[in-house]
């Protein structure tokens, strides 16, 4: 009986074993599994950028950057090992060379989001640098100077053309500038605000803003859209609350408000009829004072889309600038509202120049004025001359 048992237990088992053959392994998938790309920034983080859209012409260039330790690592590791967690990149719409159009921002922002940082795009909306002086409309877009509804929808195929390639790229774009240090409209002359009786009127500059706005809801519902204005100091005798509440009267539409921050420049103000020049550590108080009224006035995060302070010559020197940094960083840190700071081109070091600067023909054509001599360095960069971090970002480690 029992070998009976036994030897129907063995028939079953083979059965249900294949007859009793051995099964192989299932064929492994030939494709490897990726490693899981890094996690994105919280939302609730306070944003510690950079603006870097120098870098790809200086790594083209041969510069090779440096950890604090002087081991050799690609530009983002260096950044993120000093705190950092997000970058900013500019958009120029036919530049020199190509830097800081379409493609080298899509190549750049692949290794942003490769890296696991957070994504800025700034729409210069221009072929070169867009500022309060200098708003000019791109060569390409000369023979809509005056039209401005061509111009508003110039600006949004631009718009949608930038962001669907970096969709496209599986890249995210977290927060958008729809133009760049727009105290006075930009697209010059058809989006220039115009002054009356020291009263500002921002209507066609809103029209084009709202364009870009638009278009970037278009392609990025959920990213914060801004528009950006210098010097947030001066709003303490010059502008901002104005600026701000016309652009927002003529139907401006924002997610938030961005600012740009360098202490360090030459800073006067008029205060009670009388011109006055600041200290760096008094354009951040004002600066400061400003952003909190902001932040109240208008119920939006603010963001520093720009800030840096100057390197200095001497240890002393170097020392001063990264207390002023440091001391402006802890108070916006405290400000519920003021989602976060971007050091504008950290990775320079007083030295290095893009080509341009270097050709005064160049410059001339894309500035729009007379150049008769080359630009020096930016001196606002916080390496060192064999392209280390210095003492200045040690505030974003914090």
Same mark, same amino acid.
């Given at each position: 009986?029992?070998?009976?048992?036994?030897? !129907? +237990? #063995? @028939?079953?088992a083979?059965?249900?074993? $294949?007859?009793?053959k =051995?099964?192989?392994?299932?064929t492994? %998938? &030939?494709?490897?599994?990726?490693?899981?790309e890094?996690?994105?920034?919280?939302?609730?983080?306070f944003v510690?950028g950079?603006?870097?859209?120098?870098?790809?012409?200086?790594e083209a260039?041969?510069i090779?950057?440096k950890?604090?330790?002087?081991?050799? !690592? +690609? #530009? @983002?590791?260096?950044?993120?090992?000093? $705190?950092?967690?997000? =970058?900013?990149?500019?958009?120029?719409? %036919? &530049?020199?060379?190509?830097?800081?159009?379409k493609?080298?921002?899509?190549?750049?922002?692949?290794?942003?989001?490769?890296?696991?940082?957070?994504l800025m795009?700034?729409?210069?909306?221009?072929d070169?640098?867009?500022?309060?002086?200098?708003?000019l409309?791109?060569a390409?877009?000369q023979?809509?100077?005056d039209?401005?509804?061509?111009?508003?929808?110039?600006v949004?195929?631009?718009?949608?053309?930038?962001?669907?390639?970096?969709?496209d790229?599986g890249?995210?774009?977290?927060?958008?500038?729809?133009?760049?240090?727009?105290?006075?409209g930009?697209?010059?002359?058809?989006?220039?605000?115009?002054?009356?009786?020291?009263?500002?009127?921002?209507?066609?500059f809103?029209?084009?803003?709202?364009?870009?706005?638009?278009?970037t809801k278009?392609?990025?519902?959920?990213a914060?859209?801004?528009?950006h204005?210098?010097s947030?100091?001066?709003?303490?005798?010059y502008?901002n609350?104005?600026?701000?509440?016309?652009?927002?009267?003529?139907?401006?539409?924002?997610?938030?408000?961005?600012?740009?921050?360098?202490p360090h420049l030459e800073?006067?103000?008029?205060?009670n009829?009388?011109?006055?020049?600041l200290?760096?550590s008094?354009?951040?108080?004002?600066?400061?004072?400003y952003?909190k009224?902001a932040?109240?006035?208008y119920?939006?995060?603010?963001m520093?889309?720009?800030?840096?302070?100057?390197?200095?010559?001497?240890?002393?020197?170097?020392?001063?600038?990264?207390?002023?940094?440091?001391s402006f960083?802890?108070?916006?840190?405290?400000i519920d509202?003021?989602?976060g700071?971007?050091?504008?081109?950290?990775?320079?070091?007083?030295?290095?120049?893009?080509?341009i600067?270097?050709?005064p023909?160049?410059?001339?054509q894309?500035?729009?004025a007379?150049?008769?001599?080359?630009?020096n360095a930016?001196?606002q960069?916080?390496?060192?001359?064999?392209?280390?971090?210095?003492?200045?970002?040690?505030?974003?480690?914090q």
């Amino acid at each position: 009986m029992k070998r009976l048992f036994f030897l !129907a +237990a #063995l @028939l079953a088992a083979f059965s249900c074993g $294949g007859g009793g053959k =051995v099964q192989p392994d299932p064929t492994p %998938d &030939p494709t490897p599994t990726p490693d899981p790309e890094p996690e994105p920034t919280p939302a609730s983080a306070f944003v510690k950028g950079a603006d870097i859209s120098w870098a790809s012409e200086m790594e083209a260039g041969g510069i090779t950057f440096k950890k604090k330790d002087g081991t050799q !690592a +690609a #530009l @983002l590791d260096v950044l993120k090992d000093c $705190g950092f967690n997000a =970058v900013r990149l500019r958009v120029w719409v %036919d &530049p020199y060379e190509g830097w800081s159009g379409k493609e080298d921002v899509l190549e750049v922002a692949k290794k942003v989001k490769a890296a696991g940082m957070d994504l800025m795009i700034d729409f210069h909306y221009s072929d070169f640098f867009a500022d309060p002086s200098r708003q000019l409309i791109p060569a390409a877009w000369q023979a809509d100077k005056d039209n401005l509804d061509k111009l508003c929808q110039l600006v949004a195929s631009h718009t949608k053309d930038v962001l669907q390639a970096l969709k496209d790229a599986g890249v995210t774009v977290k927060w958008v500038q729809v133009g760049n240090e727009t105290r006075e409209g930009m697209l010059f002359p058809a989006g220039k605000a115009v002054w009356k009786n020291d009263q500002i009127d921002l209507t066609n500059f809103v029209k084009l803003y709202n364009a870009g706005y638009e278009a970037t809801k278009a392609i990025y519902p959920d990213a914060s859209v801004m528009p950006h204005l210098n010097s947030a100091f001066l709003s303490a005798s010059y502008g901002n609350p104005m600026w701000l509440d016309n652009f927002k009267a003529k139907g401006g539409k924002f997610d938030m408000i961005a600012f740009s921050h360098y202490p360090h420049l030459e800073s006067k103000m008029w205060i009670n009829g009388t011109e006055k020049t600041l200290t760096p550590s008094e354009v951040n108080q004002y600066a400061i004072a400003y952003i909190k009224k902001a932040v109240s006035d208008y119920g939006v995060p603010v963001m520093i889309s720009e800030v840096g302070v100057k390197q200095g010559k001497s240890d002393a020197e170097s020392r001063a600038a990264a207390s002023v940094l440091s001391s402006f960083l802890t108070e916006v840190k405290k400000i519920d509202k003021c989602a976060g700071v971007f050091y504008w081109e950290p990775q320079v070091n007083g030295s290095w120049r893009p080509a341009i600067y270097g050709k005064p023909a160049e410059l001339s054509q894309y500035t729009g004025a007379t150049v008769t001599s080359p630009w020096n360095a930016y001196d606002q960069g916080a390496f060192s001359a064999d392209f280390k971090p210095t003492n200045i970002l040690d505030c974003f480690a914090q």
